[in-house]
């Protein structure tokens, strides 16, 4: 196990030197620590259909083949081509302990004109039906291998939940019952109510969380069900769920019991979440109580498959959710604590904003909030996402400073798609959101040399990150301030961990490392491969490199 050091100068951009930065990924991954905890986590979040075609024969369904505008219809992606990523080890290589895809099940067959131009459901939030997958994104035997195969490489699967609202109406599509859905009023977001009980935006038919009237299956399913021939099984299954659980047979109850197979039929390790603030917070707090149940169930049923005892892990989506509103948000009218009893981690709108805001004083206040008043709680910050419009770099000026900001960051982390390489957040005829959800360009990392060096960049800090909790789930501590030096320290049971960062150190290094590491520590560079011990509170050595990861070797 590894205790580590990691020292970054200040220009935040990786200097060519002649020490060779691939020479250490596979020391690095090998050297790991054996102990998880979501707090920490190294997440990374793709729209499955961007990011790589493993099998072309499924990429059109449904007679999907009208045109559509820019960047707004199917491109591939699907689960074959994930699993063909996590065998080839791009995750591993780039320190992921878990992957978040968008919802794989199945969507609307025709698509819509949103405003911003013909559209398809590639995103995979248009539900047509929770239970079965979109076969654009693949088979069940496809998912079960992406499982089977994530978990042999230490990778968990977050898929992603819509329980607020179904996909939009089409004439091939149409809208469920009124008993089931609301097509009106649009939320305005001024109170509770006018976030709540409405639709998101026109023709979103909004899902009735709030009733407890028992309901019969919509029509539309009862139909597809009997043509596929699994009307009569998925009844069955539904009768048992409503009789085990107590639950009327109310909307939100029959999604919570579809999204709740995909654990106890292929052992998924969480979900995020989908437009949390729309939907009445003890909607969550039932949800959470069937996602544990089914994640017993799976492991009581699968003992041999099982990980560890890592929870299952819910982490919500409620649009500009700031870490310094703590574990509430203000509806203007209303505060509301959506920690209570659900989810683990809620996502961070902040990070991306503090371009302005120096390292320590990022660091340091996150470090204050979850280690204050959100002890036990996480957060998961970004740089970029699918639905930000504003995010940390979007001309990708910065992608070396990006890593740091992000990989270094108090809490778990959410590497979006081609954060890696520098993607593109710019696409020329795009509309809207499109123009953050081009395709993973796997071209330009197979023969672009600046490429191949951000992703070396972007995997030594997220190898760094995985193999020691300390980086997102430790205790933050400024050492000194020129340069710039803190220490991030893990305790748990018996998991510790140690972490100090020096930044801005010149070539010549000498960096202070008092009351973490004793003299006499033998420290491993991962970042160069140099090794050097603790003397008089501190470590010597020179470097080209303006990022060192200094890691203590224990036997």
């Known amino acids: 196990m590894l205790s580590a050091v990691l020292v970054w100068m200040s220009c935040g951009e990786n200097k060519k030197t002649n020490e060779d930065p691939a020479d250490t990924q596979g020391e690095s991954v090998a050297m790991q620590t054996s102990h998880f905890d979501w707090e920490g986590a190294n997440i990374y979040f793709m729209l499955t259909d961007r990011f790589h075609n493993g099998d072309t024969l499924n990429d059109v369904n449904f007679n999907r ?49 949103e405003g911003t131009g013909y559209t ?30 994530a978990h042999d490489n230490g990778i968990r699967i977050l898929l992603d939940a819509v329980i607020n609202h179904h996909g939009p109406q089409t004439e091939v599509d149409g809208v469920w019952p009124e008993e089931w859905v609301r097509t009106s009023p649009k939320c305005d977001f001024q109170t509770y109510e006018t ?35 699994r009307y009569d099984e998925e009844m069955a299954e539904l009768d048992a769920f409503f ?74 989506e409620i649009y500009f959710y700031n870490i310094a509103s703590g574990k509430y948000y203000d509806f203007g009218d209303r505060k ?26 990022v660091f340091s206040r996150y470090s204050d909030i979850l280690n204050g008043e959100m002890d036990g709680y996480g957060t998961l910050s970004y740089i970029s996402s699918h639905d930000d419009g504003s995010p940390y770099d979007k001309a990708r000026e910065k992608t070396y400073e990006s890593a740091v900001r992000l990989l270094l960051c108090p809490g778990a982390s959410q590497i979006y798609y081609g954060d890696e390489i520098g993607r593109t957040l710019i696409v020329e005829g795009t509309q809207g959101d499109a123009t953050l959800r081009s395709v993973m360009d796997w071209d330009d990392i197979a023969n672009n040399p600046e490429t191949q060096k951000l992703l070396e960049h972007w995997q030594k800090l ?39 960062v020096c930044l801005e150190a010149p070539k010549d290094k000498e960096i202070s490392v008092a009351n973490i590491f004793e003299n006499g520590t033998q420290l491993r ?8 011990e603790v003397k008089e509170g501190k470590v010597s050595f020179s470097s080209d490199f303006d990022i060192v990861l200094l890691e203590s070797i224990k036997p």
């Open 65 to 113: 083949t009208n045109e559509t505008a820019v960047l707004r219809g199917f491109k591939g992606g699907d689960l074959k081509g994930v699993t063909m990523k996590i065998k080839e080890g791009y995750f591993n290589d780039l320190g992921v302990n878990a992957i978040w895809m968008t919802p794989i099940v199945e969507q609307i067959h025709d698509g819509v004109d």
């Open 120 to 149: 398809y459901g590639f995103h995979g939030y248009w539900t047509k039906d929770w239970t079965t997958l979109d076969p654009n994104f693949g088979t069940e035997e496809d998912l079960k291998e992406l499982v089977s195969t």
């Open 195 to 229: 976030t709540t009980k409405c639709t998101l935006v026109d023709n979103l038919p909004d899902v009735l969380t709030e009733s407890n009237e028992p309901v019969a299956l919509p029509p539309q399913l009862e139909e597809k069900w009997k043509a596929e021939g």
């Open 243 to 316: 009789e085990k659980t107590g639950h009327p047979r109310a909307p939100r109850f029959y999604i919570m019991k579809w999204l709740a197979d995909y654990i106890t039929d292929y052992g998924i390790d969480g979900y995020r979440v989908d437009t949390v603030k729309h939907t009445e917070e003890y909607v969550w707090e039932e949800f959470e109580d069937v996602c544990e149940t089914a994640f017993a169930d799976w492991k009581t049923n699968n003992p041999s498959l099982v990980m560890d005892d890592a929870p299952f892990y819910l982490v919500g």
């Open 336 to 361: 509301v604590d959506y920690f209570n009893d659900s989810f683990d981690a809620l996502i961070n709108f902040d990070l991306r904003g503090t371009a302005e805001e120096s390292l320590e004083s």
């Open 462 to 500: 997220g190898q760094f990150r995985n193999n020691h909790m300390a980086v997102g789930a430790g205790v933050h501590e400024m050492i000194t301030e020129a340069p710039y030096t803190f220490s991030r320290t893990y305790n748990k049971g018996n998991n510790n961990d140690k972490v100090v």
């Open 525 to 532: 560079d991962a970042y160069s491969g140099q090794e050097v």
